[in-house]
């Protein structure tokens, strides 16, 4: 099972992908592109895997995977902003 994309904006990895060759793999600048992980948040360290690896399907993580990829890029999701 992966994650291809963010439900909440209905943004694709691919689209973000895509995109980041225009805008480059700042995070933060395809999120205010595309709107993408500023609904429940849950995908935001799913896009920074994808930015990162050049991956359109990011497995599945742990909670524990999950909060690792945030604390190491120094990300905070939505509703702790």
């Known amino acids: 099972m992966s994650v291809d994309r963010c439900i909440c904006r209905?943004?694709?990895f691919n689209q973000l992908?895509?995109?980041s060759k225009h805008l480059g793999c700042d995070v933060e600048k395809l999120q205010d592109a595309t709107n993408a992980g500023y609904?429940?948040?849950?995908?935001?360290?799913?896009?920074h895997v994808?930015?990162?690896t050049g991956k359109s399907r990011v497995p599945v993580m742990s909670h524990?995977?999950?909060?690792?990829?945030?604390?190491?890029?120094n990300l905070r999701r939505p509703q702790e902003q």
């Open 10 to 12: 209905n943004v694709t």
């Open 17 to 19: 992908l895509e995109l």
């Open 39 to 47: 609904g429940c948040g849950m995908c935001i360290p799913y896009i």
């Open 50 to 52: 994808a930015v990162k």
């Open 64 to 73: 524990v995977q999950s909060e690792r990829v945030m604390a190491d890029a």
